[in-house]
């Protein structure tokens, strides 16, 4: 809470840790960081009672702090598995719950958010601001929600919708078919032995954009962005592969399918081949 607070303080263009008197600007991150933190709640006790509903024993929530140097607080929250998950019907409630959860919060906090945000002039600012990828999902609310913007014009997101937008990335990497994200569980559970083919097919554009977007920062090339490299690294670190529940031949039923592929529908709006870019 403290790492989220700080860094939605700095995003508001004060460093609270500058010095003890600053410390009274926390409270500018406040709104930044209830809501993100309530969305990573929600989204990991998505994955909790699910569990437990199965009688998989998992640990509560853990939260997982960056460095007030970044603008975002945090890397995000996980649970821990602590016994086998006994089928791919309670593989796919698993795995399915928490970014279902998460996304719920997520898409109101954007609505709410942008409704809140404001259109500035670029000649307005002293500093160019970092510039967000737009996810299909994330385009169409502001569509909604905001009126139309001129060409020289930016919107100024609110704490609160860059909150949702951060949820909406949060949900999106955890939705990649890989490993042992929920993605990967939803995938092994729709379909079984392709999961491989698919995971090693994730994970190759994964990386290929991480490239790709490292080179763009050396040469003249449209922009990327080079995190991609670093969650690539990551899961090559923990896994590409996913464990075999304990009963292989229980199938799933045609809710629980419907369920798997409105996760892969969530994951195509929410994703931003490049989510973060400056000018």
């Known amino acids: ?29 406040l709104p930044f960081a209830a809501t993100l933190l309530f969305i990573l709640t929600v989204h990991e006790f998505g994955h909790y009672f699910a569990a437990r509903h199965w009688g998989v024993k998992a640990s509560l929530p853990y939260f997982l702090p960056l460095p ?24 796919l409630d698993i795995g399915a719950a928490g970014p279902l959860a998460g996304f719920v919060i997520a ?31 994330f385009s169409g609310i502001a569509a909604l929600v905001l009126p139309e913007i001129g060409p020289n014009e930016l919107v100024l997101l609110n704490p609160v919708a860059f909150a949702g937008w951060v949820g909406l990335f949060i949900t999106a990497f955890n939705l990649f078919p890989i490993g042992q994200l929920d993605g990967g569980h939803i995938v092994y559970a729709l379909f079984g032995s392709w999961h491989r083919h698919i995971a090693r097919t994730a994970y190759a554009i994964l990386l290929g954009m991480g490239v790709y977007g490292t080179l763009s920062l ?33 199938s799933l039923d045609p809710r629980r399918r419907l369920v798997g592929y409105l996760c892969l529908l969530i994951f195509v709006v929410c994703f931003a081949p490049v989510p973060f870019a400056t000018s």
């Open 218 to 250: 050396i040469w003249e090339l449209p922009q990327g962005w080079p995190g991609w490299l670093a969650l690539a690294f990551f899961l090559a670190i923990f896994g590409k592969n996913h464990p075999a529940p304990y009963d292989t031949f229980t």
């Open 1 to 29: 809470m403290f790492s989220m607070t700080a860094a939605g303080a700095m995003q508001q263009g004060v460093d609270p840790l500058s010095s003890m008197q600053a410390l009274v600007h926390l409270v500018e991150g």
């Open 107 to 137: 898409l109101i906090a954007c609505f709410a958010g942008l409704a809140r945000s404001s259109i500035v002039s670029i000649d307005a600012l002293h500093v160019y601001p970092i510039e967000l990828g737009s996810p299909l999902l």
């Open 68 to 91: 007030y140097i970044s603008f975002l607080g945090t890397l995000g929250a996980v649970i821990k598995i602590h016994s086998p998950i006994p089928h791919k019907r309670a593989l």
